[in-house]
């Protein structure tokens, strides 16, 4: 017991302080969490995936490694969720709304402030999590877009979501300036890396505008096992799955706390555009979020 709360004090505790802070000045200081989520998604989130990723050390086989593990762990979550509102036997627009929540796990607001607080100071763990947040977030889009439009037969949506990612844009550019090994002149490495910094405080105080103004979740049975599937079946995939892809270390333990994230803010977004069961998403993210703070600590615990 005495680990338990050191871990949730020193790792996820941080964490959830910053969010509460949203989730309290939000409605008080009429902050909008579109403008909040925007300014994070086009300029922070890309400024820090080019800040990592210009500097990263990783090999180009361990790299494809990880990307091929997460990709079939996420691919396994996004088939529990459907497994599961199948045999429930739920209308398409459900079983589409399950696997849209089990796949599209919170990797970028939680996922990387956990693994920096879990791992301080260590680049190999930032650069595996930001690799890991970038094969998440794509296949998230396109199973998760793909889903939510499978009803209607337009899922073609996602792959030019993906490609439109602007976390994804800054790839090439930074894994050209790592490749040559080319130093950026003071003014932009600066700016940059102070644009990186901002990430992590404005995705969480971001993330806690965004829940206040969901209210307290109504749970219903679809909610639990929907949130179950999320926070229990990506961590048992990827812990099952690890040693089939040879990772060990960092990068195994980094996959798995991935992959036990709750269900992200942008499944509730990408239920509201295509209309699939917006207050059953936007209820489901916030339930997981919350009993996140126990799951997260169970999985902090065993890697």
Not at 57 to 63: D, E, F, T
Not at 122 to 134: E, R, W
Not at 163 to 176: E, G, M, N, R
């Amino acid at each position: 017991m005495p680990a338990l709360l050191s871990i949730f004090l020193n790792v996820l505790a941080p964490v959830f302080l910053l969010v509460s802070f949203g989730y309290i000045a939000g409605p008080r200081l009429n902050l909008e969490s579109r403008t909040l989520t925007r300014f994070s998604y086009f300029i922070l989130i890309p400024a820090f995936t080019f800040d990592v990723m210009s500097s990263a050390r990783i090999g180009a086989a361990l790299a494809g490694q990880m990307v091929a593990y997460t990709v079939i762990v996420h691919l396994g979550c996004a088939a529990t969720g459907y497994v599961v509102a199948t045999l429930l036997r739920r209308p398409p627009k459900m079983v589409a709304a399950y696997m849209l929540i089990a796949i599209f796990g919170n990797v970028g607001n939680f996922g990387i402030p956990i693994i920096q607080f879990r791992f301080p100071g260590s680049d190999q763990a930032l650069v595996a999590g930001t690799v890991y947040f970038l094969a998440i977030s794509s296949i998230a889009f396109v199973v998760g877009v793909a889903a939510a439009n499978w009803h209607r037969g337009s899922a073609w949506r996602a792959a030019l979501a993906v490609v439109k990612t602007p976390a994804l844009i800054a790839v090439p550019p930074a894994l050209l300036v790592n490749s040559l090994q080319i130093e950026l002149p003071p003014l932009l490495s600066r700016s940059i890396s102070l644009l990186s910094a901002a990430m992590i405080p404005t995705m969480l105080v971001a993330l806690g505008v965004q829940l206040s103004g969901a209210g307290m979740p109504r749970l219903t049975l679809d909610t639990v096992l929907a949130a179950a599937v999320r926070l229990v079946a990506g961590p048992a995939l990827a812990l099952a799955l690890a040693p089939l892809f040879g990772l060990d270390g960092i990068e195994r333990a980094v996959g798995i706390l991935q992959a036990a994230m709750p269900a992200a803010v942008l499944a509730s977004i990408i239920a509201v555009e295509n209309d699939l069961l917006p207050e059953f998403v936007i209820t489901t993210v916030l339930f997981s979020t919350l009993l996140s703070i126990i799951t997260l600590t169970v999985v902090l615990a065993i890697v």
